[in-house]
């Protein structure tokens, strides 16, 4: 069974400009999350979605921001991007709400990096 | 305000030595805690999910223990390949905004 897939795998990007990641999750997993990894911070919740529904959200300013799509696979979009954006994206699922399972799985994560 | 700690912050093992990782909790209502491994620029791995106090798991050397205030992860006879950073995380509240630690860097030598 394949895992969590996320692509691209690395990024670069200049300050101001927008970065589009996305993630496929486990097949038959309804609920996707999105979580950033900054050197030094741990892991930090960003967003949470289920049938194609944002259902939490994290600390993090407007601009952190995304979507889920009918196949449920899901994009993280972070606009104006700043220096401190720099961080390893992880995006992990679960077979979601209507599943007393919620453990989450991870993917590899992308790696941005903002110049 | 939920939180998470982990000690100790790097522990160092000789082959075939054994130890213990604890993960301390301080959550409003505990819907399940969580162990993962993340070896360096990769993705978390998901070891065990404990739901209530006295439940234990295990698989190969590893053992999982939960208390009403912490985790213990236990690692008997370590081999170098245990070596990474284990994470402990917990959910509460419903909204499953999982609430990680800072992890534990493992480094087990032969």
Request: net charge negative.
């Amino acid at each position: 069974e394949a895992g969590v897939t996320q692509s691209p795998t690395h990024l670069i990007k200049t300050r101001g400009q927008q970065a589009t990641l996305r993630c496929s999750p486990i097949s038959g997993h309804t609920s996707v999350y999105w979580y950033q990894q900054a050197l030094g911070l741990g892991l930090q919740f960003l967003l949470w979605y289920d049938e194609g529904e944002e259902r939490n959200r994290g600390n993090f300013p407007p601009r952190f921001s995304g979507r889920q799509f009918p196949n449920y696979s899901s994009e993280l979009n972070v606009n104006a991007l700043e220096l401190e954006d720099s961080a390893l994206y992880l995006c992990a699922s679960s077979p979601g709400q209507a599943s007393r399972q919620e453990t989450q799985y991870f993917g590899p994560g992308t790696r941005l990096l903002v110049l | 305000e939920d939180q998470v700690t982990q000690s100790p912050e790097a522990l160092r093992l000789q082959e075939g030595e054994s130890s213990s990782l604890n993960c301390s909790y301080t959550v409003s209502g505990l819907r399940g805690l969580f162990w993962y491994r993340q070896d360096p620029g990769k993705g978390p791995e998901f070891l065990f999910t404990l739901y209530s106090a006295g439940e234990e798991k295990e698989k190969e050397r590893l053992k999982a223990t939960l208390t009403k205030k912490e985790s213990f992860l236990h690692i008997t006879a370590p081999k170098p390949e245990d070596s990474a950073t284990y994470l402990c995380a917990v959910d509460s509240g419903g909204y499953n905004k999982l609430i990680f630690g800072a992890g534990t860097r493992l480094a087990v030598h032969p």
